[in-house]
């Protein structure tokens, strides 16, 4: 028989059982702080009708649209009918508009799913990829307060996935388009000058200004010259930010109502315990999506700049206008995780994992079959993650397996041990080894645990 | 604007929140046994390549598949290169062949995934399905115990779900194909009265007896009786079974290692702690697909026959010889695991959870608010899934939401409570409340969780 290459197509992150183990754990980490926060988990289906799926994009996100048959629909020569989602917002929408009169509002989901873009395959670029996401969306309305609790939870997952110094940076998007109004912006240019502004960090202020000054948008430069300094302001702390703000003396209405909740956002954040130099006023971050329309977080690692943004989102007024006339406005961030394992991985921040596997009960003599049987049941039982040898291997053999399997504890006996009822216990972490009555094998290593 | 309906395919499932919590339990339960039992985590990507998912298969399964492309190779009018898994056992073959230097064998590993069939869509069958499989993969070799460790993690999954009296029905093939072969069935066709008799279940006697003795098979009817009798073989237990099988007399030795094999993997379950009674040899069972080879199990609920088998697999000699020369003999399960919650919640024996949220902090004034945030904030350090009231609300429409939302406490702060450093709690799943200072909030609360 002919051999087919075992393979996976390019941009998929797949691990091998001790990677696959810290990015479950990885994952838990996001996924526990999310309900600790009082969020709700939901899963949709991979596949959407298409029609439903791809109301609200077109273009570059279109185009990246993986489209899905079944074997029948493809041999009738029909176009597919499915897709693939590409993000988990637009399957929300979907979801809070189909079953609206059986949820309870405000609405706090998270969700924790792949998604599919067909991107065009490079180091770091991934075709299937987890999105954590949490948002909260509210019926008619929404109070400000929740978004000062969404840059609470970033910074309960950034602690506890122990990753260094990081911040989050936020900004609001009216006190942005207020200032380029009251710069003689008009609204339909005012999104426009927020994306070019947006694109800053990686295109420099050169590009920026030559785009702002140029063909298009044709402002003068002295116009450009305060937008730059503007997204440029930055302050001891974000008291003294809010006070540089306040001494503009933009009169613009959206401005004044952009400072007004950014000023309580930010109190709100540091009531709950948020230090300020890890949740920071940047007026230069502003999310290009367009449909965020006050308050904006992208959050990085100070030193890790190279990863890029880690984990951002923002407030829209109306999550799924496209299916339901119901007004939801909404707050909310994603996590990309799959980027940002590779990432930590890469940055040598994260690698595999001990093992799940807490024990291991070897085996010295075939006639003794039926008692490591015993002893494997009892560790189960007690709650020990246990792993039982089966078969004749050499004994150095196997304890040198579970060295190199990441197990913690070679659990050990012989006919000597079986008579007296004692088991020894070899630790491979701590590099000792103790003897312990059976009864009370369990406990000695959860004692240990710590 | 016109509106889309917000709609979801039909063979899905989707639940609200209250009812994805029971799933995600569900699904814990699975998981964490199946670490218990020493496997370790692994996932593949949804899409694999075409030739490479489907080695294998060909006719009605080929016919179920969902093929997916890009917007780009679609534009481009190209046939789909891509196929959504609809298994995970041919995914875990890629993967054994692809990373097969990198494993350690024997490799013990689960994975609970979604899989994807374009199945005709009716009650309870489902197009997209979570599978929790798991799988021994030796190297050249498997030893038998193997066998008998697998209906043991079955058992103790059953227990833990708590969905009353099960039964793991057991059986050998090669006890099957030499009791055929000892009747005069020639080689080519024991497989095939195998898959016939796999339908006695759904089809009767007279179904089986007809299809045997007619045209294909041309069997007389003398050995078919003697075939129905075989299968249909029972005992008071397990040893009384294997003796009358014994005294069978049957020489052929492809039936007495068949037996061998059956006799050491039920003493070996014994010994292991479960029960006769949940663990039955049962000769009419063979599981229809091929590439089983020797022992083979399927499960029941003995309360809920209608369900159907709710984990059934077996061993099989070579796993992946379509992607690698390397001999890879296995043995494994899997639970079609949305199927059987769907079922379980149509039986009423699952139903939605408490919330995965389990205190409620309410709002009784507005000059109050950084005291509930902290309240919060010290239930989150704490460990307790915390929610906070945003915004204002009648204090009666809060507890009535907690109830409503499954949300065990609910969390009361007024002045008085707060001059007096206390905090009252309402606890509606006792209907009762209690009072406790602040620093104790956290630990009245664990305490009560048992």
Redesign the interface.
């Known amino acids: 028989?002919s051999?087919?290459?075992?393979?996976?197509?390019r941009g998929?992150m797949?691990?091998?059982?001790?990677e696959?183990?810290a990015f479950?754990r990885f994952l838990d980490t996001i996924r526990t702080t999310y309900?600790?926060?009082?969020f709700?988990?939901?899963?949709?289906?991979?596949?959407?009708?298409r029609?439903?799926l791809l109301?609200k994009t077109g273009g570059e996100t279109?185009?990246?649209?993986?489209?899905?048959?079944?074997?029948?629909?493809?041999e009738q020569g029909r176009e597919?009918e499915?897709a693939?989602r590409f993000d988990l917002t637009v399957p929300l929408?979907?979801?809070v508009?189909?079953?609206e009169g059986?949820?309870?509002f405000?609405f706090?989901?998270y969700q924790m799913q792949?998604v599919?873009r067909?991107e065009n395959a490079q180091k770091g670029r991934y075709r299937?990829f987890y999105q954590c996401d949490i948002d909260v969306i509210g019926k008619d309305n929404l109070?400000l307060?929740?978004d000062a609790?969404i840059p609470?939870v970033i910074y309960?997952i950034f602690c506890r996935l122990n990753l260094g110094k990081f911040t989050v940076h936020i900004n609001n998007r009216k006190l942005m388009t207020g200032f380029f109004a009251e710069q003689g912006v008009d609204a339909e240019h005012q999104g426009l000058v927020l994306r070019e502004v947006d694109k800053l960090d990686k295109r420099g202020d050169d590009y920026v200004i030559t785009t702002l000054t140029g063909e298009g948008f044709g402002l003068p430069r002295e116009t450009v010259d305060k937008i730059m300094a503007f997204v440029k302001l930055e302050g001891a702390n974000n008291a003294a930010v809010l006070e540089q703000l306040s001494a503009l003396g933009v009169a613009n209405e959206q401005f004044q109502e952009g400072l007004t909740e950014l000023t309580e956002v930010v109190n709100?954040i540091r009531?709950?315990?948020v230090p300020d130099d890890y949740c920071k006023i940047n007026l230069s971050i502003a999310r290009g999506l367009d449909y965020y329309t006050g308050t904006v977080y992208e959050t990085s690692l100070d030193d890790h700049p190279g990863v890029g943004s880690v984990c951002s989102g923002g407030r829209y007024d109306n999550l799924?206008?496209?299916?339901?006339?119901s007004r939801l406005p909404g707050v909310g961030i994603s996590i990309g995780a799959t980027r940002l394992f590779y990432k930590l991985m890469e940055a040598g921040l994260i690698s595999q994992a001990e093992?799940?596997?807490e024990a291991?009960v070897t085996r010295m003599s075939d006639a003794l079959?039926?008692q490591y049987?015993?002893i494997?049941?009892l560790l189960?039982d007690g709650?020990?993650?246990?792993?039982?040898i089966?078969?004749t291997q050499k004994f150095a053999k196997q304890v040198k397996?579970a060295d190199?399997?990441g197990i913690r504890y070679a659990v050990i006996m012989g006919e000597d041990e079986v008579a007296a009822g004692m088991v020894t216990v070899k630790d491979l972490v701590k590099g000792e080894q103790f003897q312990v009555a059976r009864e009370e094998l369990v406990n000695a290593i959860k004692e240990r645990r710590t």
């Open positions: 028989m051999l087919t290459k075992p393979r996976t197509m998929v797949e691990l091998l059982p001790r696959q183990i479950q309900e600790r926060f009082g709700l988990p939901i899963e949709t289906p991979v596949m959407e009708y029609d439903v109301t279109e185009r990246q649209v993986y489209f899905a048959q079944s074997t029948g629909s493809m597919p499915l693939l929408a979907r979801y508009a189909e079953h059986k949820l309870i405000p706090r989901r792949r599919y067909g299937e109070p307060s929740f609790e609470v309960t709100h009531a709950a315990g799924a206008d496209h299916y339901t006339k093992s799940c596997v291991l079959g039926e049987l015993r494997a049941t189960r709650g020990v993650n246990t792993e039982l089966h078969g397996y190199r399997a």
